[in-house]
């Protein structure tokens, strides 16, 4: 049984349809109807079992309830991938609008706490589980004008690590993905704006290309199966070598 968060799009999306093809019971967790319909038709037709329940995770009563409906309808949670995030607004740091700020650390750094809290509560009860956050290559190094984004993708990190320690013993590993470019709505929407910007991103990766939902969605996939049983507190760049 496997939850996914930010399951209406994206990374998220191919994630949820990653794992369902792994034989998991999938959860799609988001605040985006509509997006989340089409998620779960996808992999209805293609014979999996999965549900929506309508969530922000920046909210602790949500989080609660989504772990809570999530074993009242499939009986337990294996793996989560606590992944919505949202990008918030490009300003230089001395300029950035605190309820902005405010919004992306809400979203992007709380809400993988409050998710981690309850999955964490419920896979102890079980004897063990796998969570898996994104963070981002933002997460790893400055990215200007972006200071939310990036000092919450910094924290996911911190967070993941931390809570790898402490649950370790209890069966509960904890790591990360950290992407690059990927190909996806939020990537397509920051270079919208600056259609230069495609070529330039694309040149700054050795392998010459965005990445796709799909090569982060295996990754997920592999952190949560028990062919990574001895990997905890890590952070996969998942980047074409950009990083390197
Ligand atoms: P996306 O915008 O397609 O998906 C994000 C999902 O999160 C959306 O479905 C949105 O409705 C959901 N969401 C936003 N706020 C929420 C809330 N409060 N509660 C529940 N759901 C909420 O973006 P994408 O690209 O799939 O990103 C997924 C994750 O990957 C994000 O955390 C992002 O920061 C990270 N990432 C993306 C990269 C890229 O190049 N696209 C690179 C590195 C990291």
């Known amino acids: 049984v496997v939850l996914v968060t930010g399951g209406s799009s994206g990374i998220g999306r191919a994630a949820a349809i990653a794992f369902s093809h792994e ?79 405010d919004a992306v650390i809400r979203i ?3 809400g993988i706490m409050l998710c981690m809290k309850f999955e964490i509560r419920q896979m102890m009860t079980q004897g063990g589980g796998a969570i898996v956050n994104t963070s981002s290559v933002a997460g790893l190094r400055g990215l200007p004008y972006q200071s939310a984004y990036s000092g919450s993708k910094h924290a996911i990190i911190g967070l993941s690590k931390t809570a790898a320690v402490e649950y370790a013993k209890k069966g509960i590993r904890v790591n990360v993905l950290c992407p690059g470019f990927i190909d996806t709505g939020l990537t397509k929407h920051v270079i919208g704006k600056k259609p230069h910007l495609e070529e330039k991103y694309k040149s700054l990766v050795p392998m010459g290309r965005f990445g796709s939902e799909k090569e982060v969605a295996e990754a997920a996939v592999w952190l949560c199966s028990d062919a990574s049983s001895f990997i905890t507190g890590h952070s996969l760049v998942i980047d074409g070598g950009a990083s390197a």
Do not use: H
């Open 108 to 110: 992007n750094q709380k």
């Open 23 to 101: 034989g998991a019971d999938v959860v799609v967790a988001d605040m985006n109807e509509e997006g989340a319909a089409e998620t779960v038709d996808i992999i209805s037709r293609s014979g999996g079992r999965v549900c929506f329940i309508k969530t922000d995770v920046s909210r602790a009563d949500e989080a609660e309830d989504l772990v809570k409906a999530t074993v009242r309808r499939y009986g337990r949670l294996n793996c989560a991938l606590n992944n919505a995030g949202i990008e918030g607004p490009a300003c230089l740091t001395d300029q950035y609008p605190e309820d902005e700020w």
